[in-house]
Nanobody
Framework: QVQLVESGGGLVQAGGSLRLSCAAS????????MGWFRQAPGKEREFVAA????????SYPDSVKGRFTISRDNAKNTVYLQMNSLKPEDTAHYYC?????????????????WGQGTQVTVSS
């Protein structure tokens, strides 16, 4: 099992940046593909970024591509989400998730472990 704790959210003006961190417990962090999702009030949970076991492959939806970067440090059991050029529509609760196995995963149902999330609010 793995437990996930997100941090780094907050209030930022449009055009600003934030870096989210997700610290994982356990000794098998490098066995998990990691992802970030977000959910705004009244909306479904949305895929934001995914990274494979080694960090060599990443994927993003068009809505954040070129602005967000996912990375991981397996020595520190941590995955990051660097968010630049933030827009008001990026406002949401951001969740970190872990999934066993190889490959990138895009569907929330493919992830077995979730953190409590961290709130990101972008003001216009």
């Amino acid at each position: 099992q793995v437990q996930l704790v997100e941090s780094g959210g907050g209030l930022v003006q449009a055009g600003g940046s934030l870096r989210l961190s997700c610290a994982a417990s356990g000794r098998s962090f490098s066995s998990y593909g990691m992802g970030w999702f977000r959910q705004a009030p009244g909306k479904e949970r949305e895929f934001v970024a995914a990274i494979d076991l080694s960090g060599g492959s990443t994927s993003y939806p068009d809505s954040v591509k070129g602005r967000f970067t996912i990375s991981r440090d397996n020595a520190k059991n941590t995955v990051y989400l660097q968010m630049n050029s933030l827009k008001p529509e990026d406002t949401a609760h951001y969740y970190c998730a872990a999934a066993r196995g190889y490959g990138l995963k895009y569907d929330p149902g493919e992830y077995g472990y979730w953190g409590q999330g961290t709130q990101v609010t972008v003001s216009s």
